[in-house]
């Protein structure tokens, strides 16, 4: 009697095991192809740098229906004298505003003769870089790994609004925006998530491998990726100059794309910006740091990389992949991991050598630039301080 009384509450503890099995398996399923429902292929604007960002700015948007959008723009909100229009109707919209002035106050206005959407016809702004050279205070931030999880769960919304009220002049994203390259469901959540800033500031990001060949062995190599962005020279890897900072993006997610033509054209960046007197900061950000406290970094980034870096004594280094914040110093160079942008907190092993400071914790980096002197502060979720870097410049002072 006894014993059939233990085989039934040992069935019914599988039967609830199995309940929630299901359930998790659901929400899973529900979250997928839900996303066919959700998609749109909506993004409202986002800002970016295309050219020169002292005297110009990109805006990209893309619209379900086809138009032929009109961006009006001037000094003052209430007299937009100056305006580009497509010469077509499409769905993907790049612009890119030209011949401004540095360190000014543009604001803008965007409507299309076809359809409305709910970011056209309002008046927003942006601000131009300062002189190249200059050095005013300015701030940016920096963060990472903010893709959705496999349930569609993430706090990058949260982030963003901590960033938003430092008002950066600009952001940086070290990668893995989606959980895969063909997810156009989160392709949508993530440019309708950073427009609460990318309305106002260029938002700029370097690709991860879930834009490249995650989730589930999709692979586009990229593509989507590089249709969407609007970034400088070929868009795999960039360059930009900001105030008296020099702003170097790498891909190393494919052994096509980190080619010698890749490590020459950062050879031949690096050496420039080393040599122009206006430049006293060097700052790199890419996606699979060359070290961090988790084991699986690749080598080829602490081996083929990573040794361009020491002859130009590169200020920073930002790398993202694994989801905790991290800084290291190897030959001298801080290396910082701030990849707890929103997706699941990932709990690393143990600390390495090189590590000053490390935390399992959704995170940011604030940086502020004033002239020669620079600061990184990392800020957790509950906006709190938990690292601190202060760097002096020694080039070109
Ligand atoms: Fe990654």
């Known amino acids: ?167 950066p002049r600009f952001v940086l994203n070290v990668g893995d925006i989606v959980m895969g390259p063909t ?20 938002y700029m990001v370097s690709m991860g491998n879930h834009e490249h060949h995650e989730w589930g062995g999709e692979h586009d190599a990229g593509q989507t990726y590089l249709k969407y962005m609007n970034y400088p020279g070929i868009e795999w890897y960039y360059s930009f100059n900001y105030s008296n900072v020099c702003f170097i993006s790498m891909n190393i997610e494919d052994e096509d794309i980190l080619t010698q033509t890749q490590l020459d054209w950062l050879n031949q960046t690096l050496f420039k910006a080393n040599n122009s007197p206006e430049i006293n900061w060097i700052i790199l950000y890419f996606h699979v740091p060359p070290y961090s406290a988790t084991e699986n970094h690749p080598e080829i980034i602490e081996k083929v990389v990573q040794p361009y870096f020491i002859p130009y004594r590169v200020d920073l280094v930002f790398a993202g992949h694994h989801h905790h914040y991290e800084r290291l110093e190897v030959d001298g160079i801080p290396y910082i991991i ?48 938990i690292d601190q870097l202060n760097l002096t410049a020694w080039r070109n002072v």
Request: glycine share 8%; with cysteine; charged share 15%.
């Open 1 to 167: 009697m006894s014993s059939k009384k233990e085989i039934l509450i040992g069935l019914k503890k599988l039967g609830i095991f199995f309940v929630i099995l299901l359930g998790l398996f659901g929400l899973l399923y529900l979250n997928n192809i839900g996303a066919w429902f959700r998609t749109q292929n909506y993004k409202p604007p986002y800002l970016s740098f295309i050219g020169d960002p002292q005297t110009s700015i990109g805006i990209s948007f893309e619209t379900p229906q086809a138009c032929n959008a009109t961006i009006y723009y001037g000094l003052s909100s209430s007299n937009l004298n100056m305006s580009q229009t497509e010469n077509q109707v499409r769905t993907l919209h790049f612009f890119n505003l030209t011949n401004l002035l540095p360190d000014t106050t543009y604001y803008y206005l965007i409507n299309a003769t076809e359809a409305t959407y709910a970011f056209m016809n309002k008046v927003e702004q942006f601000h131009t870089a300062p002189a190249f050279g200059s050095k005013s205070l300015f701030r940016f931030a920096v963060l990472g790994d903010t893709r959705p999880d496999i349930f569609g769960f993430s706090k990058h919304s949260e982030i963003l609004q901590l960033i938003k009220a430092r008002n």
């Open 183 to 202: 997810r156009d469901d989160h392709w949508d959540r993530f440019f309708n998530e950073i427009h609460v800033l990318t309305k106002n500031v260029p």
């Open 338 to 385: 701030t990849g707890g942008g929103g997706a699941e907190l990932e709990v690393y092993l143990g600390e390495t050598q090189w590590t000053q400071c490390a935390a399992n914790t959704y995170q940011f980096c604030d940086v502020v630039v004033n002239g020669t002197q620079l600061s990184v502060t990392c800020i957790d979720y509950n906006n709190l301080v």
